[in-house]
């Protein structure tokens, strides 16, 4: 036990924490990266534009099938297609792996905690940024962002970059010249690339923040923003000129009405929640971390006036609010806050003259941290009886791993070390996590449908083309992916019957909702239906069990 607390009270202070923090990211992240099927929604979406985009080698419009995608910019697809061209050229993988459009996921959340390492040495202290970007790499939030092909955590990282560099101009005036300034700008350019405004939005309201409460801004003078704002605009304005005339303007009227403002407003979202939601939801999202930026926050405020403090909370702040005010949530939006909250939480554990929370607000935070790691331990244990109606040896490694991190974590904290506890939690989470992402999910059956209905239709017809495939009652993004943009998603049964009469060879899908208008209109076609193969499963998108057939034409 000494030995672990020698080496948990030297890792901070090692002389290459990079390093370090980028085998602790990849300790947490690999598990699952490579194995875990094509999400259904956003996942695949993404990944089939970025598809059809090296297929065809249009890199201005962003297509899905045959439908225009107009709603986010095209830097996640670009990075994704180059992720693409530079694996198959390695000949590592191919363009139908899920994983090469996990790459830049994978790799902008690494940047978001080695950047939170390097820029924070100047807002903390080189020991607490360490602490502080581990904890980062160990939220539960942004290792399940990091295996989803789309924007959030390519977008993290551009962020962090960005507010390190402001962090620095604002602490540290002296240091702060014209390429740095110029990085800054550049960098939330690609940001617009990646996701319009959210990325500039972080810094606007952090700026703003510290205007009001210093009542001057002369950090603004070093940022340059009026060259600055220009360069911002020149490196993301090429792309939206070229799509603008390539799609008529619809982009731009599609993107902002009908994403964006939907977003805001929650019209075309069906992930609504209260104010509130990311404080109730942070125990799980930020785990393990969550423990001591709940244990830290009555001394982090009281710090305040300090301008490191006063940064991060600027930092922090006003994007949560800004989040907790919009309609639609989702548990990752709040993720630009998340550095931030991390260096606060880590100066503060570090603090040797720290403020001490109250008895009961230590108490909620600790038995929060281990009821999540006793909740995802039970989680992963149940999930493959509900699913596949099975046990799991594999699922099962989740409650040792709990317990584990429930002793270790209540044997510092006794110790009265919360830096050293947030570590080891940090340390201990690492198995835990690695049981769900990389030991539960890819090894259920019941969730995957679109692999198993493209594997069913390679048995029936082998060398079938995409366009001679049709399915109806089940059009889940995840189905393109794995057999191709070309495939028809048919309007009900009776449009499937007329799909499979339309010409020899082809084969249609028919989810059991569709099934007796299916065959009603094969009957009154006088079509011979003959059933090809059988995928059973659970749509976790629509939220119930679904059973599809394949039919074909009965020779």
């Excluded at 939801?281 to 244990?295: H, N």
């Excluded at 006793?374 to 799991?392: F, M, N, Q, T, Y």
Aim: net charge positive; with cysteine; charged share 15%.
């Amino acid at each position: 036990m000494q030995a672990l607390r020698e080496f948990l009270d030297r890792l901070p202070e090692t002389r290459r924490p990079l390093p370090w923090l980028a085998l602790l990211c990849l300790l947490f992240w690999l598990p699952g990266f490579f194995t875990l099927p094509a999400g259904d929604r956003d996942e695949s979406r993404f990944a089939q534009a970025s598809r059809q985009m090296v297929e065809t080698g249009d890199y201005v419009r962003i297509r899905l099938g045959e439908v225009e995608r107009n709603k986010k910019p095209a830097g996640i697809h670009w990075a994704q297609a180059a992720a693409v061209h530079t694996v198959e050229a390695l000949r590592v993988g191919t363009r139908a792996d899920i994983w090469a459009y996990r790459l830049p996921s994978l790799m902008g959340a690494m940047l978001a905690v080695l950047a939170t390492a390097y820029f924070g040495r100047a807002l903390v202290g080189r020991r607490a940024a360490f602490l502080g970007a581990a904890l980062l790499a160990g939220c539960f939030v942004l290792g399940v962002e990091t295996h989803i092909a789309k924007t959030d955590a390519a977008l993290l990282g551009t962020i962090v970059v960005a507010m390190g560099l402001m962090g620095r101009a604002y602490v540290a005036p002296s240091g702060f010249g014209a390429r740095h300034a110029a990085a800054f700008w550049l960098v939330l350019g690609a940001s617009v690339l990646l996701k319009g405004p959210i990325g500039p939005l972080v810094p606007l309201l952090a700026g703003i923040t510290l205007a009001i409460a210093d009542r001057n801004a002369p950090w603004l003078r070093l940022l340059r923003p009026a060259w600055g704002v220009p360069l911002m605009l020149l490196a993301a304005a090429p792309w939206f000129v070229a799509v603008t005339i390539a799609t008529e303007g619809r982009f731009i009227a599609e993107a902002l009405g009908g994403d964006m403002l939907g977003k805001v407003g929650g019209a075309d979202e069906n992930h609504w929640g209260p104010p509130g939601y990311y404080l109730l939801s942070f125990g799980i999202a930020a785990f393990p971390a969550a423990f001591l930026v709940l244990r830290a926050a009555p001394g982090v405020w009281s710090d305040r006036l300090r301008p490191a403090t006063r940064f991060l909370l600027a930092w922090a702040v006003p994007v949560w609010l800004m989040f907790e005010a919009v309609t639609t949530k989702l548990p990752h939006y709040a993720l630009p806050a998340y550095p931030a909250l991390m260096l606060l939480a880590a100066a503060w554990a570090l603090d040797p003259l720290r403020r001490a929370p109250p008895r009961w607000l230590a108490g909620l935070a600790t038995f929060g941290a281990i009821a999540t790691a006793v909740g995802l331990a039970i989680a992963c244990a149940v999930l493959p009886v509900l699913a596949d109606r099975e046990v799991s040896l594999v699922a099962l490694l989740g409650i040792p791993a709990a317990a584990l991190f429930a002793w270790g974590l209540l044997r510092m904290l006794r110790e009265g070390a919360p830096a050293r506890a947030a570590l080891l939690a940090v340390l201990l989470a690492v198995p835990l996590q690695a049981v769900a992402l990389g030991g539960v999910l890819p090894r259920l059956t019941a969730p995957w449908l679109s692999p198993r209905i493209a594997e069913a239709v390679r048995q029936a017809a082998p060398a079938l083309p995409a366009a001679q495939f049709g399915i109806a009652g089940y059009h889940e993004p995840s189905l393109l992916f794995a057999m191709g943009g070309d495939i028809a998603l048919l309007a009900n049964g009776a449009a499937a019957a007329e799909f499979l009469a339309g010409e020899p060879g082809r084969l249609v899908a028919v989810a059991d909702r569709q099934e007796g208008a299916f065959r009603a209109e094969a009957a009154a076609r006088n079509v011979p239906v003959q059933e090809r193969g059988l995928v059973t499963g659970f749509n976790y998108s629509r939220g119930r069990q679904v059973a599809i057939m394949l039919y074909g034409v009965a020779e």
